[in-house]
């Protein structure tokens, strides 16, 4: 599938393979900074894809630091013939592994944005060392939005014969952006999931259950960014997650005016923010 480019995005940057330990192929971009400094790893949201953080990453390139933007299985680049599945948590963490295996040696910083903070969480604590440091922007560590009761019955039926029921993602496009040129390139992107599978959501859980699980372990930089216009997620239940991480390892930013794609609306600012706080991480 051929992605359309958010607006303020100057190209699609460069499209890579590797071979997973499964077999399956994978692709992902590369926005690389003429002179590279230091190199993230971003991880994007459940309905969305590597492209939506394009402009920010032709920003940072400018500002020395490279984006590898990663496309979860199922979604963007690696779409293919099943649309918002995974196998499972343990295969989420296993293709974390095992693309910054690629990457090595060049130590990445995590980004994750959304849903994608979630992950990239749960993937810097099931592989710590070698990091150093994770960037969570408006991430989906609590939610205020849920299914409804009829989808989670079917969800729960469909996981006991494999879990490949669709399941409706209960967000809407103004939920992300009320900014017209980003809300229109929202609505009629076509690598936008609106349903994933019942055993993705499954997965989703398990990752739930890792952060928690283990929190209190992890040793790295953090930086948090909230929207205070935020529809999405729960920014004082992400706050109670993140609570046992020393207060001296955080640094939590607040956007006032701005709804949960924050690297759309507010993307100068969080460029600039997110560049700081980069260059201040210890090598």
Partial sequence: MSLPLPPGAPSGGRIDEWVASDGRRLRFRTVSADREQTRILYFHGIESHGTWFLPAAAELAHLGISSVLFDRRGSGLNRDDHPGDTAGADRLLADARELRALLSPTPPH?????????YALAAALDQPRGLRSISLITPGLAAQVDLSIAAKLRLLTSLAFGGQARIKVPITPEMFTLTPSYLEFIRSDPGRLSKVSARFLWASRRLDRLVKD???KLALPVLLVLAE?????????ILRVLSLVPQAQMTVLRYP??????????RDTLVSDLADFLHRTPA
Avoid: M, P, Y
């Avoid at 216009?229 to 239940?237: F, K, Y």
């Avoid at 701005?258 to 609306?265: C, E, L, P, T």
């Fill in 229 to 237: 216009q935020e529809t999405i997620v729960d920014n004082e239940g």
């Fill in 214 to 216: 283990r929190i209190a």
């Fill in 110 to 118: 995590f980004v994750g944005l959304s849903w994608g903070g979630k």
């Fill in 257 to 266: 005016e701005a709804r949960h794609s924050v690297q759309f609306d507010q």
